[in-house]
Structure formats: structure tokens, C-alpha cells
């Protein structure tokens, strides 16, 4: 059984900075692509960061380029997601995922294993 468990969300203001975690058993990060979402309230889930299935292709979304970091450290079989400079319209429940098989991770589809999700709030 795989399965992701994340932490790290919480309430923080304005220009603050917050570091998720996703923490995978049943299966390694190595080897799948993985990615962070989120969804805010009456929004799609939509792409925050994801690495490739290769790891040769690192992609953002462009509103929070130069202010998160997404990463994965094998040994730990951990995934995270180091929000810096956080705004208000970053306010979402956030999720982990990793993809089936050998897809890509270049498509939402692509990803089999998703976390509970971890509410972040950035008040202004």
C-alpha cells in the first residue's frame, strides 16, 4: 500500500515562509514523478511544482516562481515544498502526489498517489 503523508501547513501573514512535507511509504519517490498542487475554494486543483519522472525537468507554476522550492531527499523518502514570500492568493489546500508507473507527470492524470492535503493560510 503507498501512501503520503503530509504536514506543514498552517496560518501564516503576509511575506512569511512555510515548509511542507510529504512523507511516502509502500514506494519510493525515486524513480516516479512527484509533485505539489493545490486548490483554493471554488478552484481546480492546479499545478504548484512537480519534478519529472527522470528528474531532469523541474517546472513551477509562474506565480510562484522565485518563491517556492520543490525537492526531494531519497534517503528520507521525503518530499517537500519550501514556500517563501508567501501572499494571500497562496492560500489553498495543498497536496502531494506521485505519478503511476512510468508516466512523466506532465499531465494531473498522471498522478496516482495523492496526500490528504495540508491547509495553508497566508493573511494579509
Known amino acids: 500500500q503507498v501512501q503520503l503523508v503530509e504536514s506543514g501547513g498552517g496560518l501564516v501573514q503576509t511575506g512569511g515562509s512555510l515548509r511542507l512535507s510529504c512523507a511516502a511509504s509502500g514506494r519510493t519517490f525515486s524513480g516516479y514523478a512527484v509533485g505539489w498542487f493545490r486548490q483554493a475554494p471554488g478552484k481546480d486543483r492546479a499545478l504548484v511544482a512537480r519534478i519529472s519522472r527522470s528528474g531532469l525537468t523541474t517546472v513551477y507554476a509562474d506565480s510562484v516562481k522565485g518563491r517556492f522550492t520543490i525537492s526531494v531527499v531519497n534517503a528520507k523518502n521525503t518530499l517537500y515544498l519550501q514556500m517563501n514570500s508567501l501572499k494571500p492568493e497562496d492560500t489553498a489546500v495543498y497536496y502531494c502526489?506521485?505519478?503511476?508507473?512510468?508516466?512523466?507527470?506532465?499531465?494531473?492524470?498522471?498522478?496516482?498517489?495523492w496526500g490528504q492535503g495540508t491547509q495553508v493560510t497566508v493573511s494579509s
Open positions: 502526489a506521485t505519478a503511476a508507473g512510468t508516466y512523466s507527470g506532465g499531465s494531473l492524470s498522471d498522478y496516482e498517489y
